[in-house]
């Protein structure tokens, strides 16, 4: 497929591109990486790199394959259409497939990350509840 193929301006094509080119951009983010050193890893042109995190053209299985591999990510973690996906099935699988290798001290660490993680967003969740309660309290006067 040549360039001119693979890339559109006129978004006629499906929607689960954009989930694609998300989730690789997300991905890219995660590791800190630039789009530079991702096109440097995987010979993909940067600007071909970019163009699919847009959305604006299409990503080959075989362009798919460099990028999951750089990632660590399951090609299917990119091409499930489920948005909620990112959090349920891949995410469990790939953190199962993960854990496997490691040290059990190492599994110990990731376990008190994870807990602490859960504890975080609690946090998170209790701030978000009394800012709400006092923006409330302040409508009442």
Request: glycine share 4%; no cysteine.
């Amino acid at each position: 497929m040549s360039f001119e193929e693979n890339t559109t301006h006129d978004r006629e094509w499906s929607p689960g591109w954009d989930l694609v080119g998300e989730r690789l951009r997300m991905a890219r983010e995660y590791l800190n990486f630039s789009q530079q050193l991702v096109a440097d890893r995987t010979g993909i042109p940067r600007t071909a790199v970019s163009d699919v995190e847009r959305g604006a053209r299409k990503v080959d299985i075989l362009e798919l394959r460099k990028l999951a591999r750089l990632y660590k990510r399951p090609i299917g973690y990119f091409l499930d259409e489920d948005p909620d996906a990112v959090v349920t099935d891949h995410a469990a699988k790939m953190l199962a497939r993960t854990l496997t290798p490691l040290t059990e001290s190492d599994r110990e660490k990731v376990v008190s990350f994870a807990q602490f993680l859960q504890s975080a967003h609690a946090a998170e969740l209790e701030q978000q509840d009394e800012a709400e309660q006092n923006q409330a309290g302040e409508r009442e006067r």
